[in-house]
């Protein structure tokens, strides 16, 4: 994985449907709420000890509420449906990022075998 410094800013885009990362070096990352609520760094959506956690589905509408910085290593993000566990880390938020189209993907395909929509 690419070795960025933390994120220079961090904002809510003016819907409130995703968060916009600047990065030093002039990269920039736009995540969908969607896409951050479905990928949470929470034990429910990544489950206990590495034992898979619940798939996340209807969340097409969420909205992100807050960000709130946590020391200098992560934030916590709470969204419209009342989610707030889980603490991104840069690096995950930089994971979430640089792998995004694969990560999507992956997930459109497990919601297709579930037989669940975005919502």
Not at 13 to 30: K, M, Q, S, V
């Amino acid at each position: 994985m690419s070795k960025l410094p933390p994120p220079d800013r961090i904002a809510v885009t003016g819907d409130h449907h995703a968060l916009r990362l600047d990065y030093p070096n002039g990269a920039i990352f736009e995540l969908s709420a969607e896409y951050l609520r479905t990928h949470a760094p929470s034990a429910d959506v990544r489950g206990h000890g590495g034992q898979g956690g619940q798939l996340v589905a209807g969340k097409r509408d969420v909205a992100i509420v807050a960000v709130e910085r946590t020391g200098n290593y992560a934030v916590r993000i709470v969204f419209s449906d009342g989610h707030r566990n889980g603490l991104f880390t840069w690096k995950d938020l930089l994971d979430l990022a640089l792998n995004h189209d694969e990560k999507w993907a992956v997930y459109l395909d497990r919601l297709e075998e579930a037989g669940q929509g975005r919502g």
